[in-house]
């Protein structure tokens, strides 16, 4: 570590022992030093510390080293992270995927909703085979413990949690099932558009995010337009109503309830003319026992935690102009959530 505004530098000398046993030359080994015996553990770890807030290029320039140094650094630091909280044993984990490149490239992202960390990051894309190698990094024993997953309607998923543990519930994280119905409004806006024509448009035209977004969380001047849009055009008014109200359905302790909420939220459906938003209805319904699971109160988790690790996942890739080195991001991943050495 520097002292002020001087680098230090240690002039050891490392003894190397010739082993008559094995036949091999040793070095000797130093508590204070990193395996490579080319810097002290505590500025190994203030690197690392580093590397948590700045870029690597941003601090091989503040320290003077080359970029490769302060990567590996960073990297045994972040190792070192994971082998201190030890293997995880989940009750309650909530299962994604990430793009880490173009072409539909995909790695899932599984993580602890309870001790709110990623755990695992793997596979080669979202198939059952990928998602099964996480139940088989887990074992056996504790693949049993869980007892409830969080994930999206993909297949795959859902079928690899079915088969690997049987025992867990499913339950569909309601911020995808709201972005599919933010799509279908969507689309009624953009029919309505096409429909009509000349200054009819100019109401819907620039509006897409004022519709998809929370009433609540508008500025002054969207919830204005929003007011002209709905009081100009009565199908996107009653789509967005409609897109408004499905969201007391996560409100509902008792799954009779919510199961007579959204038969009359369907009802209501009738006679307006709204195909995407019965597509939804009907993709609702078969998927019916994964939403019905967050009534029980023991299932009441927080669900942004998923969506909040994969913003994470984007800023670090954003900040690095992508990732190459795949195990360099999955030590990344792995410890966003973890404490400092």
């Not at 302060?70 to 009750?91: A, S």
């Not at 867990?168 to 806006?189: P, T």
């Not at 938003?277 to 109160?297: L, S």
Request: glycine share 6%; hydrophobic share 40%; with cysteine.
């Amino acid at each position: 570590m520097s002292c002020a505004d001087h680098r230090i530098y240690l002039d050891l000398e490392v003894r190397r022992v010739d082993c008559r046993q094995c036949g091999a030359v040793k070095r000797e080994r130093l508590d204070f030093l990193v395996e490579n015996a080319l810097h002290t553990k505590r500025f190994a770890l203030y690197v690392g510390r580093r590397c948590r807030t700045g870029t690597i290029r941003d601090v091989a320039a503040e320290l003077r080293l080359d970029w490769q140094t302060v990567k590996r650094l960073e990297m045994d630091y972040m190792r070192e992270q994971i082998r201190r909280v030890g293997t995880p044993g989940p009750k309650v984990i909530g299962i994604d995927e990430i793009s880490i490149r173009k072409g539909h490239t995909y790695r899932i992202v599984v993580s602890d909703l309870l001790r709110r960390r990623p755990i695992w990051f793997g596979g080669t894309d979202r198939s059952e085979a990928s998602m099964g190698t996480f139940y088989d990094w887990l074992g056996a024993n504790k693949s049993q413990g869980i007892r409830l997953a969080v994930m999206d309607m993909w297949k795959p998923f859902r079928n690899t949690a079915a088969e690997r543990a049987p025992q867990a519930a499913i339950l569909f994280d309601k911020f995808h099932i709201m972005r599919h119905l933010g799509e279908a409004l969507d689309e009624v806006r953009k029919s309505e558009y096409a429909r009509l024509s000349g200054r009819q448009r100019r109401y819907i035209k620039g509006q897409k995010y004022t519709l998809l977004s929370r009433r609540a969380n508008l500025s002054l001047s969207g919830k204005r337009a929003l007011r002209v849009l709905l009081n100009a055009n009565k199908r996107l008014n009653t789509a967005y109503m409609l897109k408004e109200s499905f969201g007391q359905l996560w409100d509902y302790e008792h799954e009779a309830w919510a199961r007579k909420f959204f038969e009359n939220w369907r009802a209501a459906l009738k006679w307006q003319r709204l195909k995407s938003y019965e597509k939804f209805a009907q993709m609702i319904d078969r998927h019916w026992d994964g939403i019905a699971a967050y009534c029980k109160p023991e299932n009441k988790v927080s669900l942004g935690f998923v969506e909040g690790v994969n913003t994470k996942i984007r800023v670090i890739q954003r900040r690095a102009y992508g990732l190459r080195d795949e195990e360099y991001l999955r030590l990344k991943i792995l410890t966003c959530m973890l404490p400092e050495l």
